[in-house]
Every structure is written in C-alpha cells, then in structure tokens.
C-alpha cells in the first residue's frame, strides 16, 4: 500500500521560514516524479513546486520563486520543500504528489498526500 505522509506544518509568523516533509513508502521512491501542491480556502489547488527522479532539475510556481525550496532523498524515501520569507498569501494545505510520467507537473498524478496545514500570520 502505497503512503505519502507529511509533516512540518504549523503556525508561522511572516517573515518566516518552515520545511515540509513527505515521507513515501511502498513505492520505488526513487522511480517518481515528487512536487507540491496548496489549496487555500475557497481557491483550488494549485502547483508549487517539483523535483525530477534524480533532483537535478525543478520547476517552482512564480508566486514561490525565490523563497521555496524543493529537494529530495531517495535513500530515505522522502522530498521536503523549505519555505523562507513565508506571507499570509503562503496560507494553505500543502500536499506532496507523486508521478512517473514526464508530463505537466499537474497531470498524470499517480499518488497524494494527505496534507498538512501551513498557517502564516501578519
């Protein structure tokens, strides 16, 4: 049975910084395409940022560039996302995916997280 877990959510103050984890099991970790996506209340989800199978490359949304950071380990199953210089606007559920096919980081998923809240206040 596949899992993807986070952790790292919280209560933050602007200016900030957090690090999600997503821990994955039962998969080939290293076989997937791994990202994150938000969904803030009343908005839908929306990509953040993506890291290929061998994290030597990624892609990152415009509203993140500069301030999050994606990464991964494949020897611990697990992909983070760093956020520094964190705004109320950065207030969502953030969930990990996994995906094989080269495609749109937002199509094709194969696997979801369950989530965890992330809350910046001003």
């Known amino acids: 049975q596949v899992q993807l877990v986070e952790s790292g959510g919280g209560l933050v103050q602007a200016g900030g910084s957090l690090r999600l984890s997503c821990a994955a099991s039962g998969l080939t970790f290293s076989a997937y395409r791994m990202s994150w996506f938000r969904q803030a209340p009343g908005k839908e989800r929306e990509f953040v940022a993506g890291?290929?199978?061998?994290?030597?490359?990624?892609n990152y949304a415009d509203s993140v560039k500069g301030r999050f950071t994606i990464s991964r380990d494949n020897d611990k199953s697990t992909v983070y996302l760093q956020m520094n210089s964190l705004k109320p606007e950065d207030t969502a559920i953030y969930s990990c995916?996994?995906?094989?096919?080269?495609?749109?980081?937002?199509?094709?998923?194969?696997?979801w997280g369950q989530g965890t809240q992330v809350t910046v206040s001003s």
């Open positions: 890291i290929n199978r061998g994290a030597d490359s990624s």
């Open positions: 995916a996994a995906k094989l096919r080269p495609s749109t980081w937002n199509a094709d998923i194969n696997y």
